[in-house]
């Protein structure tokens, strides 16, 4: 954790309240012949109190609104006349300015196509084979044991972890993999601070019992441009093809709400449709998955 973020929290969970020293006596007559007053005495108590992620995140919220924070890490800002006009030097590869815009000034955008259907329908296959074989471990396994204090009762999901390096991934996973860690990685950096380490994770939600992901977000909101611990992108791309209304496992993602209460934005529901990809700002979108009726597949990227 940044000295910045960690120093942001600090103010925001500090309960502690100072002690006030006693009052000295006007008539110095009243004390014990042997007292000697020493203010170090008297010691502030600290209170510690435990205070869950949501609560905190509330605290942080309240004091600064998460987009603007990670706004700074944007190289530039990107919603001005100006820029949108210089916008062809960006260079970009597989993403639009539109994108790049809808990113920084909402915090997150769909885009669709940016691979052929084809090898996303054969890493949907793929990712059913992996099923089939057991690769899936149940996501709150994880949790348990990375996070003891977090409510495993949240999530639904199974999931793998994945990197680009391995030799043995499947085909096309592989070429979405590539995807990820190449021209979509190489966009995004140009554009913001991207300093850590990606992770990948395939997660298959199961229609028994309508899958789910309750409300929640990928991360603490911070602009320190030298922290490689939060991460600051998420990208998903949906391998569901055939998806209609009524399978379920949409993307909720919820509105804003400033400090003085008023929403920044409606909640917006995002279909998890074949070879859509979804981008968004880590520590900024809150997210949940809704109950899937229908077997449904994604892989994410976490890009610090």
């Known amino acids: 954790m940044s000295d910045a973020l960690e120093s942001r929290i600090l103010r925001a969970a500090a309960t502690t309240e100072s002690s006030e020293l006693p009052d000295f006596p006007d008539n110095k007559s009243d004390l014990p012949s042997d007292y000697e007053y020493n203010p170090e005495d008297f010691e ?154 990606t992770e990948y994770q395939l997660a298959l939600y199961r229609p028994e019992n309508g899958a789910r992901y309750e409300r929640h977000r990928d991360s603490f909101p911070t602009d320190d441009p030298e922290d490689t611990q939060q991460r600051r992108v998420t990208a998903i791309m949906y391998l569901n093809p055939g998806w209609i209304h009524g399978d379920g496992g949409e993307l909720k993602i919820f509105g804003q709400t400033e400090a003085h209460g008023m929403t920044d934005a409606a909640d917006r529901t995002v279909q998890p449709m074949l070879g859509r990809l979804v981008l968004f700002l880590s520590g900024v979108v809150d997210h949940a998955v809704l109950p899937s009726n229908k077997e449904r597949f994604a892989l994410t990227a976490w890009m610090r």
């Open 44 to 197: 502030e108590e600290e209170i510690v109190e435990d205070i869950d992620e949501n609560e905190l995140l509330k605290y942080l919220d309240e004091q600064e609104n998460p987009l603007y924070i990670a706004q700074r890490l944007f190289y530039k800002e990107v919603n001005t006349t100006e820029s949108q006009a210089r916008s062809p030097s960006w260079d970009l590869e597989c993403l639009s300015a539109k994108a790049i815009e809808d990113l920084y000034g909402h915090g997150w955008t769909t885009i669709d196509g940016l691979i052929d259907l084809s090898a996303v329908k054969g890493a949907r296959e793929e990712a059913q084979r992996l099923s089939q074989e057991g690769a899936f471990t149940r996501a709150s396994d994880y949790a348990r044991s990375d996070d003891p204090f977090r409510d495993h009762t949240a999530r639904d999901d199974w999931i793998t972890w994945l990197e680009p390096t391995q030799s043995n991934n499947p085909k096309h996973l592989q070429t979405i993999l590539d995807f990820f860690s190449g021209p979509l990685h190489r966009d995004l950096a140009k554009m913001i601070r991207l300093r850590g380490k």
